[in-house]
């Protein structure tokens, strides 16, 4: 590496990472958020004994799986507005996301939520609990442990699958990453360069993932 | 802890307080149920009166533990009445709403063959949740209460333990102090020793025993003859989802009436 490609190198790794910080990472962390919390409704509804409230869930969540993200950012951003609902850049790339990671996210919380014995069930349903308690109290708290692992699978997938962003013009890592290297011409440096930012922000992740999974591993024989 | 002394709200007075007073704790009337269109329970009629033990015993599949699950709320019989302490007799068919289910499921506690114990709550947690989540009820006193009962089954030390800590018949012993926490009028016992080493079964069934002297009134089902010899009141024998025969273990271990009865005593006692 020359003196001057490493100068650019060290002057790009500041807008890069501030693409990150102000970018990738909050676009990330809100659309797992509120995914998390649109997957958990869709489990639930997946477990649901009326048919058609599971129905529901499971058409939406072929629906996910079986397109293209990015036709699902293209259709949010490109056509809810030709439908007259016109969002800023953020909204929608949010709603996009979250979306998505519904979708994704609900089938390992359904999973999760079966692998809990029925006997736990049976326990809760004997000391009194009827059954939205018995989930809250006893068969999430078991089934979050299971669903670490799949889950930080998906928020990983979702870090990455915010560079799409770039292409609906989200300022974010990788559209910082392009214009610098329209700018300087450098694309295999700045590329590797934005490649390296990703990368690290995911072994944060994976430690992260570490640490919660011992946290809930406090009351499993190992 | 014995069933009398917990401060339970009296008696109501006038009818209710005969009914309350009544010796049967327990009345099941032509109990019914089936799986999809396989009939598990035919017709089942039991009577278990105040501070006596009944033991279920039968050949695997004839439906002990259908029955069970029917007390207890955990299984819906599609027919047939149960009355649990003199309260609202719960007919069903039609099913039974929810609130009458939940009463029914207030006045009996189970013990499981597999414990089940809830893994991610420590001994203690396992043990007040119900009163305090469920109940409603004071959580200092609840708390006394389950240490007493921890202390009595000689598992103090173990509170703050979680469920994977503990051997079988430890897990087993605070399975049974979980259920005399809720305070229920009824135990019932699925198997309690069947999932052990056969080292730590004395304990359990020890403990079981002294419940009975104690003045509990329980329906066990058990492989363990002896036990059901020394402990029960009554013994009822279970095939094909009906209750083929019953009566004082010492008849009906010693000269039971039915030949399927005999059949299966001397399988269990003569097992190859
Ligand atoms: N949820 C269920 N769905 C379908 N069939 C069931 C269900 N639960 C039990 N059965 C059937 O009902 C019958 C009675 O089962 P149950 O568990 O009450 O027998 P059991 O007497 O407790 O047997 P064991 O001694 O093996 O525990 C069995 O034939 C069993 O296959
Ligand atoms: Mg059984």
Known sequence: MNESSWELFVSSLGPLVLGAITGTIPLALSSFAIGLVLALALALMRLSRQRW?????????????????????????????????????????????????????????????????????????????SRSRTLSRIILPQAARVSVPPL??????????????SLVLVTELFREAEQIAAFSQEFMLIYLEAALVYWVICLVLSTGQGFLEKRLDRYVAR | ????????????????????????????????????????????DLTVNR?????????????????????????????????????????????????????????SAMVFQHYNLFPHKTVLENVIEGPVIVQKRNRAEVTAEALALLDRVGLTEKKDSYPFELSGGQQQ??????????RPQLLLFDEPTSALDPELVGDVLRLIKELATEGWTMVIVTHELEFAREVASEIAFVDGGTIVEHGAPKDLLRNPREERTRQFLHRLLFPF
């Open chain 2, 173 to 182: 012993r605070v399975g049974i102090v979980r259920a005399l926490a809720l």
């Open chain 2, 51 to 107: 501070g006596t033990v009944l033991a279920l015993i039968g050949p695997s599949g004839s439906g002990k533990t259908t029955i069970l699950r029917c007390l207890n709320g955990l299984d819906l019989a599609d027919g047939g009445t149960i009355d649990v302490a003199g309260y609202a007799t719960l007919t069903f068919d039609p099913a039974p709403g929810k609130k009458q289910l939940t009463t029914l499921r207030d006045r």
């Open chain 1, 53 to 129: 409230i599971s129905n529901i869930a499971r058409v939406y969540i072929s629906l996910v799986r079986g397109t293209p993200l990015l036709v699902q950012l293209y259709v949010i951003f490109y056509g809810l507005p030709s439908l007259g609902i016109v969002l800023d850049y953020w909204p929608s790339a949010i709603i996009a996301f979250s979306i998505n990671v519904g979708g994704y996210a609900a089938e390992v919380i359904r999973a999760a939520i079966l692998s809990v014995p029925k006997g736990q069930w049976e326990a809760a349903y004997m000391v009194g609990m």
């Open chain 1, 152 to 165: 930080s699978n998906t928020f990983i997938s979702l870090v990455k699958d915010t560079s799409l962003a």
């Open chain 2, 1 to 44: 802890m014995s069933p009398a002394d917990p401060p339970r709200p009296p008696a109501p007075q006038g009818v209710a307080q005969s009914r309350a007073d009544a010796p049967a704790l327990l009345t099941v009337r032509g109990l019914q149920k089936s799986f999809g269109t396989t009939r598990v329970l035919e017709s089942i």
